[in-house]
């Protein structure tokens, strides 16, 4: 049974830096691109960062560039986002899913506010 499940959200102030993780079961890294998404209240859904499942290749979205990296652990069977800079913007729920996004793999997501 495949399972994505977030974790590592909180409520940091405009400049911090957050970790999150998402932890994969039901099968390997090798075998899909894994890719983290936000939805903010009142907007719609967005793609943030995408990490390929050969050669690790990244891609992120405009707004997030410089700022967040993705990373993945193949032993862990884990995918990271860690974000730095963090801005009022970024406030959102984060999920992580396979690329393209499978819908029955949606997990709960991992909540991030960005506030002073």
């Known amino acids: 049974q495949v399972q994505l499940v977030e974790s590592g959200g909180a409520l940091v102030p405009p400049g911090g830096s957050l970790r999150l993780s998402c932890a994969v079961s039901?099968?390997?890294?090798?075998?899909?691109?894994i890719g983290w998404f936000r939805q903010a209240p009142g907007k719609e859904g967005e793609g943030v960062a995408c990490?390929?499942?050969?050669?690790?290749?990244?891609y992120y979205t405009d707004s997030v560039r410089g700022r967040f990296t993705i990373s993945r652990d193949n032993a862990k069977n884990t995918v990271f986002l860690q974000m730095n800079n963090l801005k009022t913007e970024d406030t959102a729920v984060y999920y992580c899913?396979?690329?393209?996004?499978?819908?029955?793999?949606w997990g709960q997501g991992t909540q991030v506010t960005v506030s002073s």
């Open positions: 990490i390929s499942s050969n050669d690790g290749s990244q």
């Open positions: 899913n396979v690329v393209p996004a499978v819908a029955r793999y």
């Open positions: 039901g099968f390997t890294l090798d075998r899909y691109a």
